[in-house]
């Protein structure tokens, strides 16, 4: 059965039929029901990404009313994603910059031996796989930004950073519960004081000390920086355990890349690894074009205008389907299939907010499966469980 519309199709079982159809035959419509207009061609999606007067926010509104008024509201509104205009630009010029720098051999690095000091604490498959996608990825970031992570005596990494992450995302969610807010204030509070706690002390070949000393050249409020500091393990936290898990469930279907389990013959298991690895790249950035995690973001009118040709209102919203642009059976013209004509994959957006952590993303999602495949994770054995995180963007599978 077809998804009812384009909200549910973010967690149905095979969404991608109705992603085509709605691309070829209403690449921009209203959806009265959802009282959205929905963008849906790649042509479409484009156009509203790149237009001046769509905006991340409604205009007046610049933090989700559930929030307003708290820490957890305050770090919302100085996040880069969540601003437009001069705010944006001068953040956004600096991540930018400083994301392209990053040396994703070295990141690799630091991801492998974050994960060697992660145990496999649950004998369940699943468990497992749900705990490494959303710990991993944001660990690795934050020992990026320069941000000490502590071990225990048995040299064990401790995860709780990236608990709080994941607390404070769960709350920017349209879905959350009151109790989901209370908890994602309490999980700002803590983040906000640990990352200024540790800003001045940061390691000095990290993230954060770079971005800290082009802001101070750049007239830019601390406050804001290290905000957007916790932005960045923000945004790597659900989009790459959907990426993740994503890979996981294609793994499981279609096999993939064998990879070297602990406990080998170190020579050979390194030789095996790097093999399987380079395939793994591939299938998490073939995954990112056809199975992806973000599905959809929105637009906000901030002025009377023209869109695909038809005329949207001053406070319309527009909900961008990034997954159906990138199922367009008509985007000939594109040089990559499923992608921007620049060749990104749709999931990381596209225009002025595109996503600067793109080949990061990927490189942490490939070894995130890397490392779970070699603690003994059977791919296919996550199947049988699988069914989706209740969401209305990203698409995460959530294993039992
Ligand atoms: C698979 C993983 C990821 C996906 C699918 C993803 C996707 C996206 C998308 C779609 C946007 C734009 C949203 C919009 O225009 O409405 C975005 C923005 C952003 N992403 Fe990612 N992202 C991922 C991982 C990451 C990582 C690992 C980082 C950094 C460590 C990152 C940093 C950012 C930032 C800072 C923005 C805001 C940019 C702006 O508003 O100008 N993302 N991401």
Request: proline residues 7%.
């Amino acid at each position: 059965m077809l998804p009812i519309d384009p909200i549910a199709a973010v967690t149905h079982a095979d969404p991608y039929p109705y992603y085509r159809d709605l691309a070829r035959q209403h690449p921009f419509h209203r959806h009265d029901a959802l009282g959205l207009w929905v963008a849906a061609s790649a042509q479409a999606v484009e156009e509203v990404l790149n237009h001046p007067d769509c905006r991340v926010r409604p205009p007046a509104q610049p933090v989700p009313p559930a929030l307003a008024g708290n820490v957890a509201g305050e770090l919302f509104g100085r996040l880069v994603r969540m601003n437009d205009g001069v705010n944006h630009a001068s953040l956004k010029t600096i991540l930018l910059r400083q994301m392209a720098g990053i040396d994703l051999g070295a990141a690799r690095t630091r991801a492998r031996t974050l994960a060697a000091g992660l145990p496999r604490v649950d004998s369940d498959d699943g468990h497992e796989a749900n705990r490494w996608m959303f710990t991993l990825p944001v660990l690795t970031v934050a020992d990026l930004l320069g941000l000490p992570l502590e071990r225990d005596g048995d040299g064990h990494v401790s995860t709780r950073v990236a608990g709080f992450v994941t607390t404070f995302a769960a709350a920017m969610s349209p879905l959350a519960t009151p109790a989901d807010v209370e908890a994602g204030v309490a999980a700002a509070r803590w983040l906000t004081q640990w990352v200024g706690e540790h800003a001045a002390g940061a390691s000095s070949d990290g993230l954060l000390h770079a971005m800290l000393a082009v802001a101070g050249e750049a007239d830019i409020d601390p406050a804001v920086l290290t905000a957007n500091a916790i932005g960045l393990m923000i945004q790597a936290c659900e989009a790459t355990a959907g990426l993740v898990g994503n890979t996981l469930v294609r793994l499981g279907r279609e096999g993939g890349p064998e990879v070297g389990r602990d406990g080998g013959h170190e020579g050979r298991l390194e030789v095996e690894r790097d093999a399987g690895l380079g395939n793994l790249d591939a299938l998490v950035a073939d995954v990112a074009r056809t199975d992806p995690p973000v599905q959809n973001t929105r637009r906000f009118l901030a002025a009377d205008a023209t869109l695909c040709g038809v005329p949207v209102k001053a406070g319309d919203a527009v909900l961008v389907l990034l997954a159906a642009a990138s199922h367009d059976p008509d985007a000939v013209s594109h040089a990559t299939r499923h992608a921007t004509p620049a060749g990104k994959p749709w999931t990381f957006g596209t225009g002025r907010h595109g996503c600067p952590g793109d080949a990061l993303a990927q490189v942490l999602a490939a070894c995130t499966v890397e490392r779970l495949l070699q603690r003994g994770v059977q791919p296919a054995r996550l199947l049988g469980t699988l069914r989706y995180r209740p969401s209305m963007n990203a698409r995460i599978p959530q294993f039992e």
